[in-house]
């Protein structure tokens, strides 16, 4: 366990302690009054502390973690030295499967590699059809993800079937992802200590879920009852927190979030939420906790303020971005005249910015030459080839997905079966 799940925890059972004193304070008391009295200050303060912790949220927001004003360039192209999966995730601070997928058809489109459509019997449907990657030459570049992603791709043969990357690629695209994720990337272009702010979001939530659950049951139950009820609710929350919060890819994620959210909802809809329901204080103590929840919730989602650099960065590819959705059949007319495999250049980061279709769309009416690296059974035609293309990557995305819900459901199968030894 490492320092701050020791912190997170001795702060827990710091909180647990605080309510049995007051439950066993509350039962020494004999005036009904004393005890109405009793109940509704406890709510007070846990709705004083609930409401003070999103105060705390929102200042320390203001203070670490709002972002200057971001300035927009117009950008006809993507960051100069950043691959498709750099950009996406220097604009959206991570990377997710799709973004490494666009890697097959940059490196294509840098000369590495082709895809071949082959057609499947007599089915007319493209979807149906297999798709063949071929290595036209050695890697020579130096950036480790692209290394990894090459090398990985044709480890046993220099042509592979789309349909063979199910059995281990899922693997080379989370290895990507937690290369992309790690921590020394996430400071280059978040602030250090909007990055805390953002952590210690997490604690506070915690408590306000304890304090609003933790009061009526403690109340309700014997102490023994109340710190297993809660209990499970420390360990359940933890665990969803860390498996649903955390930046690196996990292929086993499945197992854990369901056992979390076990430990977490039958406590809560047989034991908690009955008891809330006992008295109108515990209740609207209840809903206000739940709200403070949420709040901070979406305060952890812009808490992080970008270093000079990652605003820069930001304010380039969001300009980028715009043109890529906007652009006008003159401008790209003439970006394609200065350098005939525009187009190709730039469609590996459509795919990494989700922009993908609205970027072929702008190129239905310029007539441009096919590229060399995509063989295709139908005649070029733009649109269909942006399909292909589009059906290429998708299958990948979806190749890779498959076989990481394959490999989290082998290992709950695994778990299952140990559990009945």
């Known amino acids: 366990m490492n320092k701050k799940s020791i912190g997170v925890f001795s702060f827990i059972s710091i909180l647990v302690t605080v309510l049995i004193y007051s439950n066993q304070s509350f039962a020494a008391s004999e005036n009904y009054f004393t005890n109405l009295y009793n109940i509704n200050s406890s709510c007070y303060f846990i709705i004083g502390i609930s409401i003070a ?3 705390i949220g929102l200042i320390l927001w203001i203070l670490f973690g709002k972002d200057k004003t971001v300035v927009d360039t117009v950008e006809f192209y993507p960051p100069e030295g950043y691959n498709s999966a750099e950009v996406a995730f220097l604009y959206k601070g991570s990377v997710d499967n799709k973004a490494v997928v ?3 058809i940059y490196l294509a489109s840098k000369g590495y590699l082709k895809i071949e459509e082959i057609k499947q019997g007599d089915n007319l449907s493209a979807t149906s059809n297999e798709y063949i990657i071929t290595k036209l030459k050695e890697y020579d570049g130096n950036n480790d993800a692209e290394k990894i992603f090459f090398y990985t791709l044709f480890m046993f043969k220099n042509s592979v079937k789309l349909s063979d990357l199910s059995k281990r690629f899922y693997i080379t ?4 992802k937690e290369h992309y994720n790690k921590k020394q990337n996430m400071d280059k272009i978040f602030d250090k200590k909007s990055i805390i702010v953002k952590n210690l979001i997490i604690p506070m939530i915690l408590v306000i879920f304890i304090l609003i659950s933790g009061k009526p049951i403690f109340d309700t139950y014997d102490t023994n009852t109340a710190i297993t009820t809660i209990m499970f609710q420390i360990i359940g929350s933890t665990i969803l927190i860390k498996e649903l919060f955390q930046s690196k890819a996990k292929i086993s994620k499945v197992f ?12 809560l809809l047989f034991m908690v939420l009955p008891t809330i329901f006992t008295n109108p204080i515990y209740l609207v103590t209840y809903i206000i906790g739940i709200i403070c929840i949420i ?7 812009i808490v992080l303020k970008r270093t000079p650099f990652g605003l820069e960065m930001f304010g380039k590819i969001k300009g980028f971005k715009r043109f890529l959705e906007t652009a006008e059949k003159e401008q790209i007319e003439e970006l394609v005249e200065k350098n005939p495999s525009y187009f190709y250049d730039v469609l590996p980061y459509t795919y990494s910015l989700d922009v993908s279709e609205k970027w072929v769309e702008q190129f239905g009416g310029i ?3 096919p590229p060399s690296w995509f063989l295709a059974n139908a005649d070029f035609l733009i649109n269909t080839f942006g399909i292909l293309i589009s059906l290429t990557v998708d299958a990948i995305n979806t190749t890779v997905k498959s076989a990481q819900s394959s490999e989290e459901k082998s290992f709950m199968d695994y778990n299952n079966m140990q559990n009945k030894k």
């Open 295 to 301: 709040i901070l919730f979406m305060l952890r989602k």
């Open 173 to 176: 695209v989370d290895k990507i």
């Open 256 to 267: 854990p979030v369901v056992l979390g959210a076990l430990f977490v909802g039958i406590p």
């Open 102 to 104: 666009s890697l097959l």
């Open 53 to 55: 912790f999103v105060l």
């Open 367 to 369: 007539g441009i030459q």
